[in-house]
């Protein structure tokens, strides 16, 4: 609650969401959260025979699952934050901030509801995040090519119709109407 009105009433909302120590805060907190419920969930395989406790270890799978991403998460900011420090050219940095940003934010609206049940986000942040990684993605239109490039992405994913400039697409309609008979 106290959160709602601080967020109400200031702009903490957007910087923290861009702030690079509350990112890294938040993604360390998700992942020790979700390690020592696992951890809790788990402890009673312990005294189980071997065949009860995989049973056991069985129904925790979602939750392994969600552990790993979060300790997946929390190495590719750290490894965004290093990326950034070794970086001389400013727009270039700038740019990588942008990119760490967007992934920072697509993890955040991946796991709003996570997130809110744990009281770590309000629906506020998790509105603000998902409308700051729509700006952010828009912002980084112009780059995508050079991003393309510097993540080395392979060709056969490339050859998309979608990746096509915008003014030399086909309609369907055109390209391919509807009832017409196949080539032979």
């Known amino acids: 609650m106290i959160q709602n009105l601080l967020d109400t009433f200031t702009d903490a909302e957007e910087s923290t ?3 690079p120590a509350s990112q890294m805060r938040l993604l360390i907190e998700r992942e020790d ?21 995989a049973e056991v270890v069985d129904k925790a ?20 934050f290093s ?23 697509s993890v955040v609206c991946d796991n709003a509801g996570w997130f809110l049940e744990q009281s770590l986000l ?7 995040a998902r409308a700051g990684l729509n700006d952010l993605v828009d912002s980084l239109g112009p780059w995508s090519e ?28 055109e390209s391919d109407p509807a009832g017409a008979p196949p080539a032979s």
Do not use: C, N
């Not at 799978?61 to 965004?80: G, P, V, Y």
């Not at 309000?122 to 603000?128: C, F, L, N, Q, V």
């Open 17 to 19: 969401l861009f702030d």
């Open 146 to 173: 050079v991003l393309v490039d510097a993540f080395g992405v392979p060709a056969a994913m490339l050859d998309l119709k979608l990746m096509e400039p915008y003014d030399s697409m086909v309609p369907k309609a």
């Open 83 to 105: 990326a950034e420090s070794r970086i001389e050219d400013e727009r270039a940095q700038e740019v990588l901030e942008q990119v760490r940003d967007v992934f920072f934010l």
């Open 61 to 80: 799978q979602d939750h392994m699952i969600a552990a790993a991403w979060a300790h997946i998460d929390r190495i590719i900011l750290e490894a965004f």
């Open 33 to 53: 959260r979700l390690l020592k419920s696992l951890a809790r969930r788990l402890r009673p395989a312990r005294k189980l025979p071997i065949d009860e406790a």
């Open 122 to 128: 309000t629906g506020t942040r998790t509105k603000a």
